[in-house]
């Protein structure tokens, strides 16, 4: 078992965050809306959900010199958004680890790919509008599933598309300021259950 497995299992209890759901085992999670009140096919739900991404990417990842973890599961480039999997690889330079995985899941292959990096290596404001873009069909695309990783914190930053994302944690008081902070974009379909979970507090034992 590698380093990002065995941290994931020791703080979320998976160990392959493309097969297994940190939510379904138990994980506390905010889930935010990024574009809705905006048109679905527009340049300016686009550009809105790229900019409320960047407002919660930032309280989570507030030091340029710290060091960020990514995990990156893409496709063959040959996949069904019929895009390159190359632009993203030019957002992340400088790295100081790099680790390939490569497993089958549903008859399809998954390369997965785990990082190190200091944040002000890394264009992460290119990565979340290319991740927005993605159902829009505007150029550039970024068609893999990226995890952001705050290792110190417990804190999975994951956005899947201009609709949304998820910031998923072990501990009520790893997140709870950005409930407090950015309560007004959390989803309303998600708000009751999300109340409640924090009212309980982590159903997941911190095993540092």
């Given at each position: ?73 893409q ?28 497993f ?32 829009m ?43 407090d ?5 959390i ?22």
């Amino acid at each position: 078992m590698n380093e990002i497995e065995l941290y994931l299992k020791n703080r979320f209890r998976i160990t392959n965050l493309f097969k297994n759901n940190p939510i379904q085992k138990g994980g506390l999670y905010l889930r935010f809306d990024l574009g809705d009140k905006y048109e679905n096919k527009g340049v300016e739900r686009v550009n809105k959900a790229t900019i409320k991404a960047l407002e919660i990417f930032n309280s989570i990842f507030n030091n340029k010199e710290q060091e960020i973890w990514l995990l990156v599961n893409q496709f063959e480039e040959n996949n069904i958004l019929k895009n390159s999997n190359k632009y993203l690889h030019k957002q992340i330079k400088n790295y100081f680890f790099k680790e390939f995985r490569e497993f089958e899941f549903e008859d399809i292959i998954i390369n997965q790919i785990f990082i190190k990096i200091k944040l002000n290596n890394l264009n992460y404001e290119n990565i979340l509008n290319g991740i927005a873009n993605r159902e829009m069909g505007f150029m550039p695309i970024i068609g893999q599933i990226v995890y952001f990783i705050e290792p110190q914190k417990d804190i999975i930053f994951y956005m899947y598309d201009d609709r949304g994302c998820l910031v998923i944690s072990n501990k009520v008081e790893n997140i709870s300021y950005l409930k407090d902070k950015y309560y007004n974009y959390i989803n309303l379909y998600d708000l009751n259950k999300i109340n409640d979970i924090f009212r309980i507090g982590s159903k997941i034992v911190d095993n540092r």
